[in-house]
Every structure is written in structure tokens, then in C-alpha cells.
């Protein structure tokens, strides 16, 4: 049995409202949720559950009412907000439903934009996205707009941008979403192939039930609660951790 | 990032090119409005400027304000003026609007400016055919080209041609290259005793004293002496030029239609720049959200759309101020236009313009993107 590594997600309590007042809407009702190194795990429910909610406050895009978020043992909630910005940039990475390319920019360019918001030189970041696309199958399109791709071609660039500067956690919302069934399938074997790493955690928002056996753990989100956790593939680098499993209400 | 931002304003070519003509557009009608109304104004003191041999000008205290509105002086205002301490040399000056007229029937009313006789201070000294010299010749004039085209239009410019003013026979014995007056009247030059001969003689003709003060004395001194001394009105050069300027500014309509074509567009400038740079952010704030999300911070962001803001700014203006100068060059050559440039305080001043421009079409536009939750990126 492997050596017991720090988990990259950590969430106690986590509560967030909107509003106030009379109006005021409770949409995490104090979550517990976890998402290990070297798993990819998918955070499903039904809409207006909360889950996109959770990965914004995860991803230090939404500040939270209550609760706690650490990720790789880093309370994200003390960090000052240039301090979150610059944590972000470098240790997580995102794969939107509608992709969000710049539309001016080329699939190669795209996929450097982390890079170069961290002041890699172009041409250096652009090599490195280059070199990102072809081993995602994009060596036919590195120079193409957005405009000229397919769906799941613009996904594999938001995949690459995710990868690129290679983050510790990747948080993609519903990458499927868009996508025809087979498309689908594709992008989530390339995201199963090249983003899981045991250094590394994918979070997936997802509804998309036919992509669910790419999971190796499913939190199960209601009401904003996680209801449910399941494991559902057992990676070679570590064993099942049962405790996880238990059921949080 | 810088790269990043460029290409997002480049992309949208509609906008950008959009966003560069209105620049331009703004910046040459700017510097096109603001150049010739001074331009304009700068000719309501042509006549003063070119006389280059004296520095002060003499006139009745306080009915002469402006040039072409004369209230003539005493002729023994003259010599009390020269009892001026300080005076190097002071002479007469007449400024009469006689109608001048050809064998062939073309006339004009025309500004005459009557020089001393004996020194011929104040003659024109760009001549583009033949000599103010000759201007002691008998019924001697020096006219503009301007004039002398308006006069016989179409003719070559030749000497000796005859001319009537106010029924006095006049000899063409140069044509000068003076400068523009207020009104496109032919200006012409003689001898004070002749010209007050063409105007018809009245009591007292003497419009204005020339005088040029010792070298160690301040022009701006002399004045405050005559003054002083002699109730009458002096002012230098300069002073007397700013005084028509300032004449015409208050007494006509030229400020207030040149301020309203100026003011329309600055209005339109900054409307549709800041509305086309606002739509170019707000069609782009899932973007600008993607990249905030990625880890761009916010002064980073600022940054963005300063230099996509000043990157149109800069090119929008460089062609408008070439357009400008174009059209300045062009109509430089121009008779009618001869003159009017495009002044660098006026590619200043709009170049301000611009810098105001942008900025609030910015500020319209960072407000957008400073606000934006990056979690915005999340919603399908």
C-alpha cells in the first residue's frame, strides 16, 4: 500500500448563500467533499443541486459563506485575493461546457493563453500548447480558429488549455455537454488518458450518465449536499479508501 | 497578455476597423475645425504681421479696436508721438477700402494701405513680380496675387497693367505675395500721399503711426509711454494682432459656429468610439472571464483593454492627423486657403481630445470586466 498522500480537495462544511434576507437562497447547505490525487471524480445531481455552485467556490471564482476549502492542505478562503488569483493560475485548470476559446485566437494560441498569463514567452508557450495538441490528435488544426472547429475539436483545445501548464487540479464543467454521444466519449478518453495523473485530480460537473464509467469516484449532489459517494474503478496506484465511501448528509 | 489583447481586438474586424474610423474621423475633423478657425482669425491681423519694420502701432484711443475699423488720428498726433522718449523713428500709416476696378469692368473693393512716402515703411517684402521699390514711380500700387487674380482672372500675372481706384488711374508696379486678409479682398500698396489721393480726402487721414523704438527700450514700454504721453492708443505688433482676434471673437458668430462643429464631434467621437469599445468588451466578457477564471488578475485586465483602447486610439489618430495634413497640404496650395495650416497646437489639443476619448471609452469598459465574477465562465 502506497504512502498516504495529501488529499487535493478537502471541503468541511461548505456552505454558500445568495442574497439576503428575506431573499436570500441557500445553494450549499454545509457540503463535505473530498477528490483524491490520481482519481478522477465526478460530481453529478440534478440541476440547480448546487454542483456548479461547489466547483466555483473550489476553484476560489466564488468566495463562500461558511466552511472550509483546502486544496493540497492550502485553506483557499484565508489566501488575500491576488494571492488566490496567483494560486489558481498555477495550480488549477478549467474545461467549460461551451469551451470559452478567444475566438481570435488560433487552437495553439488558445491552448497557451495559461502560459502566457504567466508571463511564459509566446513562442515558448505556444510550442508547448503545439506539442499539448498533437498528442490530443489536433496536428491538422493548430493554426484554425475556433470558428473553423467541431465541437469536440474546441473541446480538445479547452482540454489542452487545462493541461498546458500543468496544473495540480483540473475542474471541467459538463465537458460533454455539447457534444454528440460519440464526440463525447472521445473527449472524455482523451481526458481519462491525458489529465489523470497521480499528482493530479480532475473534478468533472457532469449529467451526462452514458461517460459515468470513466469516473473512478461519483459524488452524488442534492439540495446542496453531497448525498452520495461511490467508487467505481480502482486505480493500480491505490487502493479504495472506504472510509470515503461512507454516505455524507 | 499583450499579445492576448491584441489579437481579441484584431479579431473583431468590424469593430476594430469601426473603432480606428471613428478615431480617425474624429481626430481630422478636430484638427481640420480647430486649425482653420484660427487660421481664420489669424487673418483678421494678416496686415499687421507683415509689416516687419515697425513694432508698434499708434491709433485713436478707444475708437480703433481692430484694424480694418479705423478712427483716423490728427496729423500732428505724428510728431507728438515721435517727442516720445524712446522713439527711433515713428510714420504714418492709411488704411482706406477704395473700390478698385480694370478697363474691363472687373472690380473689387479693396483694402489700400497708404505708406510713408519718404521711407515706404510697411511695403510688402514678398514680391512675386516686380519691386516695391517702384512704388515711388507716379500712381504706383503693389497689388496681391490673390487680388491681381480676382482682378483679371485668368491672365497671367504682368506688370504695368491699369487699374482704376475710385476713378484714379493706378499702375500695377509689382504684385506681392501678402498675406491673406480676413475678407478676400485684393490688398494693395502705395505711397501715403497717393493713397489718401484714391480715397478722396477728408479732414483727417491718418489711420495709424508706425514706429520702431530705440534698441534699448521695450516695445512693451514705449507703448505704456505714448500712451502716457499722448492719450492715443499703442500697441506692439503682437498685441495688436491678438486685439483683432479677440475683436472677432466676441463681436461675431465665426467662435460660437466653429464651437458647435467642433463640440458635435468630440460628442459623436466619444459616443461612438465608447459605445463601439463598450459593445467590443461586453460581446467579449465570457472571455474576459475565461481569462480571469485562468488566473489573469485584474490589473492585468486593465492593462488588456488600455492597450487594445490606446492601440486604436494611436492608429486612428495617425491617420486622421495624416488626413489633416493632406488636406491642409492641399488646400495650402490654394489661393483662396493660402495660409491655413494645420497648427501643432491643434494636433495637440486633439490628440488630448483622443487621450480623453479612449480613456472614458475604457473606463465604460473596465467597469464591465473589473465587476465580472469569473464564475460566469461555469454558466452554460
Known sequence: MSAKRIPAVQCRDLRKDFGEGATQVQVLRGVD?????????????????????????????????????????????????????????????????????????????????????????????????????????????LDTLPSKLSGG??????????????????LCDEPTAALDHVTGEAVMELLAANAVHPNRAVIVVTHDTRVFHYADAIAHMDDG???KTESRRQTEQETPDFDELAVRT | MNFVALKMLTGDRAKYLGLIFTIAF???????????????????????????????????????????????????DLNRVRGVQGVEWAVKLFKGSPVARTLGGKFAVSFCL???????????????????????EPDAVVIDQAGYLLLFPGEPLRLDQTIELNDHKANIVGISDASAPFVSWPVMHTR???????????????????????????????????????????????????????YYLKNTGIPVNFGITITIALIVGVVVAGQTFYLFTVENLKQFGAIKAIGVTNWRLIGMILLQAF???????????????????????????????????????????MVFVMVFASILSLRRVLVLEPAIVFRG
Open chain 1, 33 to 141: 467533499f473530498d477528490a483524491k490525487q490520481g482519481k478522477l471524480t465526478f460530481l453529478v445531481g440534478p440541476s440547480g443541486c448546487g454542483k456548479t455552485t461547489l466547483i466555483s467556490v473550489i476553484a476560489g471564482l466564488l468566495d463562500s459563506s461558511g466552511g472550509q476549502v483546502e486544496l493540497f492542505d492550502q485553506n483557499v478562503g484565508q489566501l488575500a485575493a491576488n494571492e488566490r488569483i496567483l494560486f489558481r493560475r498555477k495550480n488549477l485548470g478549467f474545461v467549460f461546457q461551451q469551451y470559452n476559446l478567444l475566438p481570435a485566437l488560433t487552437a495553439a494560441e488558445n491552448a497557451a493563453v495559461p502560459l502566457l498569463a504567466a508571463a511564459v514567452r509566446r513562442l515558448e508557450a505556444v510550442d508547448k500548447a503545439r506539442s499539448l495538441l498533437v498528442q490530443l490528435g489536433m496536428e491538422q488544426r
Open chain 1, 153 to 170: 475539436q474546441q473541446q480538445r483545445v479547452a482540454l489542452a488549455r487545462a493541461l498546458v501548464h500543468e496544473p495540480r487540479l483540473i
Open chain 1, 225 to 227: 449536499r453531497i448525498v
Open chain 2, 26 to 76: 474624429c481626430t481630422f475633423l478636430l484638427q481640420n475645425q480647430t486649425s482653420i478657425f484660427a487660421g481664420i482669425l489669424k487673418r483678421t491681423g494678416s496686415q499687421i504681421g507683415d509689416v516687419t519694420d515697425a513694432e508698434i502701432w499708434v491709433m485713436d484711443h478707444p475708437k480703433t479696436e481692430y484694424f480694418e475699423q479705423t478712427k483716423a488720428l490728427k496729423d500732428t
Open chain 2, 114 to 136: 497708404g505708406l510713408d512716402d519718404a521711407s515706404l515703411t510697411g511695403a510688402p517684402r514678398k514680391m512675386l513680380l516686380g519691386s516695391w521699390e517702384r512704388l515711388r
Open chain 2, 192 to 246: 501715403y500721399s497717393q493713397a489718401v489721393n484714391f480715397v478722396g480726402r477728408e479732414r483727417t487721414q491718418l489711420s495709424y503711426v508706425l514706429v520702431r523704438p530705440q534698441p534699448s527700450v521695450a516695445a512693451k514700454e514705449l507703448c505704456r509711454r505714448i500712451e502716457a504721453q499722448t492719450g492715443l492708443r499703442a500697441r506692439t505688433s503682437n498685441q495688436f494682432r491678438w486685439d483683432c482676434i479677440r
Open chain 2, 311 to 353: 492601440t486604436v486610439g494611436i492608429i486612428g489618430f495617425s491617420i486622421g492627423t495624416g488626413m489633416a495634413a493632406e488636406f491642409f497640404n492641399f488646400f495650402g496650395q490654394k489661393l483662396a486657403t493660402r495660409g491655413i495650416i494645420l497648427l501643432w497646437q491643434s494636433v495637440a489639443l486633439t490628440g488630448g481630445c
